[in-house]
């Protein structure tokens, strides 16, 4: 079975940082390109960042260009997300998903998500 | 960056009933939309993809149509389980992957 664990999520104060990871298994991890997305309380859903099967290439929401980064061990099947300079903006629940053998999928699994919350 | 519009933000039916769920995009996205469906507590879950293919488990109740700007969601004799958020998704675009602000289909 196809699963996604988020973890790494916490209460942090502005201008903190905090680092997520997502362990999966279930799927040849190394083959497919995998996303960050969030969810603020009672929101919609926003894409955050992506990265292809090789970890080469990268793709980030403006909302967190330069501030984010996002990285996979695929010897580890684990994907990261290093998340500096956060704001109140930043709370949410964050969930990792994996895509396609590309980026130009859907999200086809979602792990159930671990929650940030930015707040002094 | 796409916008997608959903209408209504609220739709309240009876199971047993046909449910229409509305996506608007702000330009052209061709077939290149999916739908998710959010339950309380849930992360959300892939429904339809590429406007009208049902993913893997989804019952054929659920069906996708549309093209272009505007796109359809029809659950057709809702079930209990059917009574949650719905989104829609655009893949042409990105970066960034751009959502609807959703549904919520609620029961009367």
């Known amino acids: 079975e196809e699963q996604l664990l988020e973890s790494g999520g916490s209460l942090v104060q502005p201008g903190g940082s905090l680092r997520l990871s997502c362990s999966t298994s279930?799927?040849?991890?190394?083959?497919?390109?995998m996303s960050w997305l969030r969810q603020a309380p009672v929101k919609g859903l926003e894409w955050v960042s992506g990265?292809?099967?090789?970890?080469?290439?990268?793709y980030y929401a403006d909302s967190v260009k330069g501030r984010f980064t996002i990285s996979r061990d695929n010897s580890k099947n684990t994907l990261y997300l290093q998340m500096d300079s956060l704001t109140a903006e930043d709370t949410a629940v964050y969930f990792c998903?994996?895509?396609?053998?590309?980026?130009?999928?859907?999200?086809?699994?979602w792990g159930r998500g671990t929650l940030v919350t930015v707040s002094s | 960056e796409i916008v997608l519009t959903q209408s209504p933000a609220t739709l309240s039916l009876s199971p047993g009933e046909r449910a229409t769920l509305s996506c608007r995009a702000s330009?052209?996205?061709?077939?290149?939309l999916g739908w998710y469906q959010q339950k309380p507590g849930q992360p959300p879950r892939l429904v339809i993809y590429?406007?009208?293919n049902r993913a893997t488990g989804i019952p054929a109740r659920f069906s996708g149509s549309g093209s272009g700007t505007d796109f359809t969601l029809t659950i057709s004799g809702l079930e209990p389980e059917d009574f949650a958020h719905y989104y829609c998704?655009?893949?042409?675009?990105?970066?960034?992957?751009?959502f609807g602000q959703g549904t919520k289909l609620e029961i009367k």
């Open positions: 330009q052209s996205i061709s077939k290149y």
């Open positions: 998704q655009q893949r042409i675009d990105w970066p960034p992957y751009t």
């Open positions: 279930g799927f040849t991890f190394r083959s497919y390109a």
């Open positions: 990265v292809d099967p090789t970890g080469a290439d990268t």
């Open positions: 998903a994996k895509m396609g053998v590309d980026l130009y999928w859907y999200f086809d699994l």
């Open positions: 590429d406007t009208s």
